[in-house]
Every structure is written in C-alpha cells, then in structure tokens.
C-alpha cells in the first residue's frame, strides 16, 4: 500500500512561504515584514499572497479616501468595509489552505496591477 507522504516537494508549499504568506495578511506592518523576508527567499507563492495583500491594502486606503465624503461616502465606506473584510478572511483562507486563488472581486486585477512587485 503507498503512503499518503510521498508528495514531490514541487506540489507541498515549503511551510516557510506558507508562514510568510500568513504574516502579509496581519496588519499593513506585517505586509512590510512579508515583504522584507520574501525579498532575500523569493518564494512564488508568499509573493502571490504578498501582492493580493497589498491590494487589499490599497483599497482600504481608497475606501478611506472615499469616507471623507459626506453622506454618499460614508455609505460607500461603509459597504465597501464589510466586502473588504470578506475578502481578507477570503485571501488569509487560501493561505493557510495552501491555495493559489485570487480574493474575490478584485483579486485578478491585484495580479495585474501589482504584477512589477
């Protein structure tokens, strides 16, 4: 009978992208950590984690924007804060399922987007 451990290392996450995956999405500050550490390992998959949390960033920077305006803004940041809280649970999910996936709504936009970093 063959065991259930003989995965190929290309198809098991290396538990050090997974974790840095993780940190991007606690806090802006752990972004930056993110980052920082993913910068001298290059791991693809933190760096995909990495990308879909910096547009979660950026458009909770924008709804913050957006939130100055009286009346129509504060009901659009208002909105726009619930849907971006799904979507952040969506994307720390993925990572700690070891899933590849784009946050909904605008996850593939992050990827074009932010496709430089």
Do not use: R
């Not at 995965?7 to 606690?26: G, R």
């Amino acid at each position: 009978m063959e065991s259930t451990n003989t995965q190929t290392s290309e198809s098991k996450i290396n538990q050090d992208a997974k974790q840095i995956a993780i940190i991007s999405y606690i806090t802006i500050i752990g972004l930056i950590i993110a980052y920082v550490m993913n910068n001298d390992k290059n791991f693809e998959y933190a760096k995909y984690h990495i990308i879909q949390s910096l547009g979660l960033t950026a458009t909770g920077v924008a709804l913050g924007i957006v939130g100055f305006i009286p009346i129509l803004g504060w009901i659009l940041n208002i909105i726009g804060a619930f849907i971006l809280i799904y979507m952040w649970v969506v994307g720390l999910m993925n990572a700690l399922n070891e899933k590849k996936k784009p946050v909904p709504f605008l996850g593939k936009k992050y990827e074009e987007w932010f496709a430089k970093i």
